[in-house]
């Protein structure tokens, strides 16, 4: 079986414009991006270029409409997601980060005049953003953010830091949330302005083909016009979030599927006592285990498509979507590294590289322990974390 999830003939749910889209995506990142991918995770870069090579590939904010984006379908969407982690969290990363958060919040909550200057050239890839919400000491809890923004005069003065944040040392331009006496607002921050730096995040175990950084601001003077005017709460940024879980709901499956068909295609060759230990029942038996974890998440994401396509998703659907495929891939991940035995150490084989990007997955964008507080809260009506 070339492909795990035609277990359940997946395939033939979806549209031929979406198998179309899926295949584009996959061609290109195996002719461009996968033979690269070991390398530049052992390096741990990102090569800036390959910005402009998505932007032509029509994956940056291709679920959103006018300004240079390409408009498809959330499935659509949430294909280009799968087929992109499955190469690499890091690579999916960007994208979601560029599309899902940066051009999302920008999109959702700017001005048309903020959205002519910047949507397009962040859907080309001639401009890199990134979302600056997560600091030091507040991750799960960001409405206790320390970052201020003051008014002064007709202008604002930001301080504060934020801390790992993807794509901050590439980024032309940061959505940087910040508290202020009405409440939280966002503020578009272009690379350049006096006060503002980034410091990129060395010596990573996880998501390394990625760049991840801190931001600093130092008296960041910005005019009224760098304010995100329809953002008006902590809801802003955290509808940006949802947008960016439904993608890693996808994303997860094509890191679980890349690492289940390594260990098909590796147990299936490696010969142990005379014959494939493919054919040993044990090695079957988390094939198939494996195979049916695979087939239900994806069937899962599917279900969260549709439902985002009817305008009815809540965020304990993603949180369900989130929690469960990620926890499902880094099992997936970590189990087809036993199938490859000390093979699996290698950069040659994909599954223990995804299970290392997966830890930093199931962490950001909100932990599996805040997910289950979503859906507990969902469940019973009482919000456990507050």
């Given at each position: ?6 277990l ?100 959702k ?18 401009a ?44 032309d ?9 009405e ?21 990573k ?33 955290l ?16 890191a ?62 993603i ?10 891939a ?57």
């Open positions: 079986m070339q492909d795990p999830l035609q359940l003939d997946i395939p033939s749910l979806l549209s031929d414009e979406e198998r179309d889209i899926q295949a584009t995506v996959a061609a290109y990142l195996s002719d461009h991006v996968r033979p690269h991918i070991a390398t530049w995770f052992e390096e741990g870069v990102l090569p800036r270029e390959l910005a402009r090579e998505l932007g032509k590939l029509g994956v940056l904010g291709m679920h959103l409409e006018g300004y240079g984006c390409a408009g498809t379908s959330a499935l659509a969407y949430g294909l280009a997601c799968l087929e992109l982690e499955a190469v690499d969290s890091g690579i999916r990363s960007f994208v979601s980060v560029q599309g899902s958060l940066s051009m999302f919040s920008i999109w909550y700017g001005s048309e005049e903020q959205k002519q200057e910047w949507l397009p050239r962040l859907a080309a890839g001639d890199i953003g990134c979302f600056g919400l997560t600091e030091p000491d507040f991750g799960s809890n960001p409405s206790g953010m320390r970052t201020r923004a003051v008014r002064d005069g007709g202008d604002w003065v930001l301080n504060g830091t934020k801390m790992w944040i993807t794509n901050g040392g590439l980024a331009v940061a959505t940087v949330w910040a508290q202020t006496e409440g939280i607002r966002g503020f578009l921050v272009p690379r350049g302005t006096p006060g503002f730096s980034t410091r990129d995040i060395k010596h175990l996880s998501m390394r083909a990625s760049v991840t950084s801190e931001l600093i601001l130092e008296d960041v003077r910005l005019p009224d016009s760098a304010r995100l005017p329809l953002a008006t709460s902590l809801r802003a940024p509808s940006c979030l949802n947008e960016a879980r439904f993608g890693i709901v996808f994303g997860a499956v094509g679980a599927r890349d690492s289940l068909q390594a260990a098909l295609d590796y147990s299936g060759t490696r010969i142990q006592f005379d014959k494939p230990i493919a054919a040993f029942q044990l090695t079957q038996r988390k094939l198939a285990s494996m195979s049916v974890q695979v087939n239900n998440a994806m069937l899962l994401a599917l279900h969260l498509a549709r439902l985002k396509e009817a305008g009815t998703l809540k965020p304990e659907q949180s369900m979507g989130k929690y469960n495929n990620v926890e499902a880094i099992a997936i991940a970590r189990e087809s590294r036993t199938v490859l035995g000390a093979n699996g150490i290698s950069l040659e084989y994909s599954p223990l590289r995804h299970a290392n990007n997966l830890e930093s997955v199931l962490t950001y964008e909100g932990t599996s322990d805040i997910h289950l507080l979503s859906i507990g809260h969902a469940l019973t009506g009482i919000a456990s974390f507050r």
